[in-house]
C-alpha cells in the first residue's frame, strides 16, 4: 500500500568501519637505532574491519622536540601494510629518548591501545674491550704482587712477635 507509514517498526542501518591497529614496530636494519644517523623504521598495520581504510597516516614522532616522520597509504580489508618511516637522529646527542607511533586518518579508529604505540631509544653501550682488558690485567699484577709480598719467608728474628 502506498501512504501506509509503520512507526513502530524500527530501521536498522548496518554501517562497518575499519579496524585498524599496529602490530609491530621493527627496525629496517635489524640493529637498534644510533645516535647520529638516520634510521629506518618499520610499522606494520592490519586491518580486521569489513571495509578499507582509505588515507591512512603513520606518524613517528620523537617526545619532546619537533622531529617527525610519516607516511600515507591505504590499508584494504584483511591486509597488513608496512609503513617505512626515516627518523633523523642526526641533532641528538647520546640520551635517552621515546618515539611515539600514532595512526592518524578518517578510518584510524578511537582505541588507544592500537593506533598507539612508543619506543624507547637508549644511548648505546660503550664497547671498548682494550680498557676494560688493561684494567684486568693491571689489577691481577696487583694481586699478584700482593700474594707474594704476603707469602714471602722474610727475615725475622726468631721469638720476635712480627
Known amino acids: 500500500k502506498t501512504g501506509v507509514s509503520y512507526p513502530d517498526i524500527p530501521i536498522l542501518i548496518k554501517s562497518s568501519a575499519p579496524v585498524l591497529k599496529i602490530n609491530e ?11 647520529g644517523s638516520t634510521h629506518t623504521f618499520i610499522v606494520r598495520v592490519e586491518n580486521t574491519g569489513l571495509v578499507d581504510a582509505k588515507y ?9 622536540t619537533n622531529v617527525s616522520a ?7 580489508v584483511g591486509q597488513e601494510v608496512d609503513f617505512f618511516l626515516n627518523v633523523d637522529f642526526t641533532s641528538f646527542n647520546p640520551e635517552q629518548i621515546e618515539i611515539d607511533f600514532t ?3 578518517d578510518d584510524a579508529g578511537d582505541d588507544p591501545d ?3 604505540k612508543r619506543i624507547t631509544l637508549r644511548s648505546p653501550s660503550i664497547d671498548d674491550s682494550t ?3 688493561a684494567i684486568m690485567w693491571v689489577l691481577l699484577a696487583m694481586l699478584l704482587i ?16 712480627f
Open 25 to 35: 614496530v621493527m627496525s629496517q636494519s635489524g640493529s637498534d637505532p644510533t645516535f
Open 56 to 64: 591512512v597516516t603513520v606518524n613517528a614522532t620523537i617526545r619532546g
Open 70 to 76: 610519516n607516511q600515507t597509504m591505504d590499508v584494504l
Open 103 to 105: 595512526l592518524e586518518g
Open 114 to 116: 592500537s593506533v598507539y
Open 131 to 133: 680498557a676494560t682488558g
Open 146 to 161: 700482593a700474594g707474594w709480598y704476603l707469602t714471602k719467608g722474610g727475615s725475622r728474628r726468631p721469638g720476635a712477635p
